[in-house]
């Protein structure tokens, strides 16, 4: 238990004796952890990080008899019956002063801190338990930044229909309609299947034919500001429109969505929209984009043991989380440098990257990822600055506004989230990695050279051992539920 | 009769402003991992799709750029690197073997200069580097920097009539790139894999001022640093081109490809 107890927050263990407030006899020269023998009081000050060095200061008063004549200082672990692997040396400061050096606690769990300090032939035993955390300070607030989860829920002010009830219920029943494709025998869920965490488990999607890229699950979609591999759409209505009209997806048409819209769905819409179908079948399209991107943003994940661990961490409370995922999620807040990209509550930051992942789609021929993703999102007309922007004051539109082509987006693609990650394999934007071992794998071993030298600098071959690989892909498969 | 030929010359030269400007692409990389998945001809074809007048080209493993040149000699300007693979940026100027693998190629190929390399600050003054420097000196080579100001000056101290074309201008201010231009007589750039100095098709000022006060020291270069990018250097030239022609025609024509081919283009041609 208390994981954020360590360094300066070390707490005193009832460990057979009261704590200073009671002495009152005397005071040491020093602010920290106070402990209390017959003879003497002792604080103590110390910061410990598994697996390094540290020294801890002293300050020691005697209540009436003559000071110490020596200290000793020791730590152990009162559960597995061991102590340091290192002998602490004890210095003199200064009357009342000492500083010991050398010490190092070199796993995680239940400590204790041992000093024994003799004088006139007597020795007076203190000890000061504490739970040491493997997460520095820094390593807890990066974890923290992960959650809390589910966020709350958010509108989408480009889409009028977003959170409205009657909406919902018709892109539910859309997104389960194989009629609105050209041939009406595939459906948005063919690709984003629920049993499957909205994925499909294929490398690459296939509609009508298969296309170059992995499908992205849709849960969450609602917290996104770039929609595909390549964000060429910037709302989530815009990208529900867009496989309806791809040849190999969907294939349908707007004449063909607003035929179905009209013979099917005509009383839905209008409880949805408030309004009778309207005559331009762009209009219709653009609305069942619209009642899908409403149904969607309510598919939210479920929380995780991650999200239980986050949160007892949060409150200082203990948890089971188990110890693989915990030095898992050591490499991906510290060394690892994953939680740089994969940030926040969603696990990325929404942007894009070039991890070094090839992109040849054929011979002759390449997937240019984002590069190409902002030229379709500069010429969609239904982009956040187009007309069919329900919000007037474009409040949703800056990405879009301000996004600049680089050369440095020719091969990117977007940050995936990493929530339900264990359920939805393949991985990367062309579904090339099986596992999420494979994933770990790819990033321990990558290859700089496929990276451009004025390019992003964290990212370097992590190098990990295979016991650090199973933790990291511990840690990932404990943010699925 | 006169006004059917004030008609044609009209069209001709309607035509002839037309046609896209040339491009001297300064900055291409044919590595080995390129050789397979873009062949000799795709490469070549890709250039000339592109309107690249002629390409200064360096491979880790230098064989790639050896086949390109024979197939396209007109097309293609080789320079030699000095990475036998990728994997060596990092290690090279430690690395006591490279020198008689630079002496081996000099012997045998011809070369304009010696680059893409990359060097930073007081790593040009180790042993490898310096013995580069002195190689490019006695074959009268270019060199092509991929480094920092220090490094540039520390290549400049140890042969001070050295010509040093600065890959991607040392990604620095344009201030800070018009000083070392002011500096350096022999000094050259090339504005490969940064965009800063153009956004939407038009010419940031500060780099703008320094195009005019030194429109005969830039080259353009569109970095295929992976086999992907070779599909990039037609995207690379157009998007050169749109920002190109926010400048003075002649200014243009300079960066585009003029001033490639007079750093350059001759270079082969002489003797020994």
């Given at each position: 238990m208390e994981e954020r107890r360590n360094g300066l927050r070390l707490a005193a263990a009832a460990a057979g004796l009261a704590l200073a407030g009671a002495a009152g006899a005397c005071v040491p020269s020093l602010e920290g952890t106070r402990l209390e023998s017959p003879r003497f009081v002792l604080a103590f000050q110390g910061s410990p990080e598994v697996g390094k060095f540290f020294a801890v200061e002293i300050a020691v008063c005697s209540k009436s008899s003559a000071p110490p004549e020596s200290i000793k200082v020791d730590a152990h672990m009162p559960e597995h019956r061991h102590g340091m692997n290192y002998a602490p040396e004890v210095k003199p400061l200064g009357p009342g002063r000492w500083r010991a050096e050398g010490l190092l606690l070199h796993m995680p769990g239940k400590w204790e801190f041992v000093f024994e300090l003799r004088a006139a032939g007597k020795t007076d035993r203190m000890a000061s338990g504490f739970q040491l955390s493997q997460f520095t300070q820094q390593e807890i607030a990066r974890i923290l930044q992960h959650g809390p989860w589910p966020p709350p829920a958010v509108r989408d002010p480009s889409n009028r229909v977003s959170g409205k009830r009657e909406a919902i219920a018709l892109g539910g029943k859309l997104?389960?309609?194989?009629?609105?494709?050209?041939?009406?025998?595939?459906?948005?869920?063919?690709?984003?299947?629920?049993?499957?965490?909205?994925?499909?488990?294929?490398?690459?999607?296939?509609?009508?034919?298969?296309?170059?890229?992995?499908?992205?699950?849709v849960v969450n979609a609602g917290f996104y500001r770039w929609y595909g591999w390549d964000g060429a759409n910037d709302s989530l209505w815009s990208q529900s429109i867009r496989p309806l009209l791809d040849e190999r997806e969907m294939r349908?048409?707007?004449?063909?969505?607003?035929?179905?819209?009209?013979?099917?769905?005509?009383?839905?819409?209008?409880?949805?929209?408030?309004?009778?179908?309207?005559?331009?079948?762009?209009?219709?399209l653009v609305d069942v984009g619209k009642a899908l991107a409403a149904y969607q943003e309510t598919l939210v994940s479920e929380r995780t043991p991650f999200d239980d661990f986050r949160d007892a961490l949060a409150s200082d409370k203990p948890s089971d989380y188990p110890e693989d995922a915990r030095r898992g999620l050591k490499i991906f807040v510290g060394k690892g440098n994953c939680s740089t990209c994969h940030f926040g509550p969603h696990f990325t930051n929404g942007e894009f990257a070039d991890t070094g992942v090839p992109f040849f789609v054929a011979p002759g021929r390449v997937d240019p990822g984002r590069h190409a993703g902002i030229?379709?999102?500069?010429?969609?007309?239904?982009?956040?600055?187009?007309?069919?922007?329900?919000?007037?004051?474009?409040?949703?539109?800056?990405?879009?506004?301000?996004?600049e082509l680089q050369h440095r987006n020719f091969g990117e693609w977007r940050v995936p989230s990493l929530r339900n990650v264990a359920q939805t394999a393949p991985y990367m934007h062309n579904g090339s990695l099986e596992t999420l071992r494979d994933v770990v794998k790819h990033y321990s071993e990558l290859r700089e050279d496929r990276l451009h030298a004025d390019g992003e600098r964290i990212l370097k071959p992590l190098r990990l051992s295979q016991s650090e690989i199973d933790d990291l892909v511990a840690f990932l498969q404990s943010l699925s539920p | 009769m006169r006004a059917l030929l004030a008609g044609l010359l009209a069209a001709s030269a309607i035509s002839l402003h037309a046609q896209p400007l040339p491009i001297f692409d300064a900055h291409v990389h044919y590595s080995h991992d390129a050789w397979e998945v873009v062949p000799v001809e795709q490469a070549i074809a890709i250039m000339r799709k592109a309107g690249l007048k002629r390409a200064l080209v360096s491979s880790s493993g230098d064989d790639g750029q050896q086949r390109l040149f024979t197939a396209a000699p007109d097309l293609v300007i080789p320079e030699l690197r000095v990475y036998r693979t990728r994997g060596e940026i990092g290690s090279w100027f430690r690395d006591e073997t490279l020198i008689p693998y630079l002496e081996d190629r000099l012997r045998r190929y011809k070369y304009v200069g010696i680059g893409e390399f990359h060097l930073y600050g007081a790593d040009a003054d180790l042993p490898v580097p310096r013995r580069m420097v002195q190689l490019a000196r006695k074959h009268n080579l270019f060199l092509h920097a991929h480094s920092?100001?220090?490094?540039?000056?520390?290549?400049?101290?140890?042969?001070?009539?050295?010509?040093?074309?600065?890959?991607?201008?040392?990604?620095?201010?344009?201030?800070?790139?018009?000083e070392m231009l002011r500096k350096h007589k022999n000094l050259w750039c090339d504005l490969a894999f940064r965009t800063d100095h153009a956004s939407g098709g038009k010419v940031d000022p500060a780099w703008r001022a320094v195009f005019m006060q030194f429109p005969d020291r830039f080259m353009v270069g569109s970095d295929t640093f992976t086999p992907e990018r070779w599909h990039y250097i037609p995207e690379h030239a157009e998007w050169s081109r749109r920002w190109l022609s926010d400048l003075p025609r002649d200014v243009a024509e300079r960066i585009a490809w003029k001033n490639g081919e007079t750093v350059f283009g001759s270079l082969l041609q002489r003797p020994d």
């Open positions: 997104f389960f309609e194989p009629r609105i494709s050209g041939t009406g025998s595939v459906l948005c869920a063919s690709c984003h299947v629920p049993f499957r965490g909205f994925q499909d488990a294929r490398p690459r999607a296939f509609g009508l034919k298969e296309v170059e890229r992995n499908t992205i699950a349908s048409s707007a004449p063909k969505v607003a035929q179905v819209m009209r013979t099917l769905f005509a009383k839905d819409y209008e409880s949805a929209f408030g309004r009778k179908l309207p005559a331009s079948d762009e209009e219709v030229r379709k999102l500069k010429d969609s007309p239904y982009n956040l600055l187009g007309r069919y922007n329900d919000d007037p004051a474009r409040s949703t539109a800056t990405g879009t506004r301000h996004v | 920092d100001v220090d490094a540039v000056e520390r290549l400049f101290k140890q042969w001070p009539q050295a010509r040093i074309l600065w890959a991607h201008a040392g990604f620095d201010r344009p201030e800070r790139v018009a």
